[in-house]
């Protein structure tokens, strides 16, 4: 009771369109919800992730949720989730994209998940890594274990928003490193960021895990961006 008061009097924002939410709405409206579109390429190979990367990262898989453009639904929830620190939609994004992968079948056989780190004053600046949190979901709903500090950002690295494609792969050259290279040995590593554009990010940290013998690495983000 005191909660649905404090609705009525503060009621929470759709992360979109700004309108109050009702019912059981959390996070976002169902209308904006609506307008959500979906890759739902999990399932498939040779999807539109894994054609990004080809040629620069041997996957296993790799799949993402939604498909990010200017002014649509799922910039407004990346923007939430990264710069205006809506942890709660990122834990409800990160949850859906586990599931979806889940459904797919296709990481079933996957051993760790870890995040791209962020620079370590970024992330207290931040107070939280916003690929972390949806990680941390993914894991859970794979039944996985979650590394968060093995793979690390070296330096820091100017936002990517702006590059062309050379300069985002010039600006990260040698920005990622594994402090323990023995415990990812054999395994099935699943990588996780909020936002496929280019790839140089994701490439940049499988050359720092190129090297580990029998490693896997397939790779999941919450949004790619579409022309």
């Not at 040629?55 to 939604?66: D, E, F, K, N, W």
Request: hydrophobic share 35%; net charge positive; charged share 20%.
């Amino acid at each position: 009771m005191v909660h649905d008061i404090l609705r009525l009097i503060f009621p929470d924002l759709c992360c979109h369109c700004g309108e109050p939410l009702v019912g059981d709405e959390r996070n976002i409206c169902t209308l904006c919800l609506s307008k959500i579109t979906w890759t739902h390429n999990a399932a498939h190979s040779e999807n539109d992730t894994e054609i990004r990367l080809t040629g620069r990262i041997p996957v296993v898989a790799a799949a993402s949720l939604l498909e990010f453009h200017k002014g649509n639904v799922a910039q407004s929830i990346i923007h939430q989730i990264k710069y205006h620190g809506n942890t709660q939609l990122a834990h409800q994004f990160g949850t859906i994209l586990g599931e979806e992968l889940k459904a797919s079948r296709r990481f079933d056989d996957i051993d760790i998940v870890a995040p791209v780190p962020l620079f370590w004053w970024r992330h207290l600046r931040r107070g939280y890594n916003q690929s972390q949190l949806l990680a941390a979901e993914v894991a859970k709903t794979l039944q996985c274990q979650l590394s968060t500090n093995n793979l690390y950002r070296r330096r820091h690295t100017p936002s990517q928003t702006h590059r062309n494609r050379q300069q985002r792969i010039d600006n990260m050259v040698s920005a990622f490193s594994v402090r323990s290279p023995k415990q990812l040995e054999g395994k099935h590593l699943l990588l996780i960021d909020d936002v496929l554009t280019t790839g140089a990010t994701t490439e940049s940290c499988y050359h720092a895990l190129q090297s580990i013998p029998d490693l896997r690495i397939s790779v999941a983000t919450l949004a790619i961006t579409v022309s």
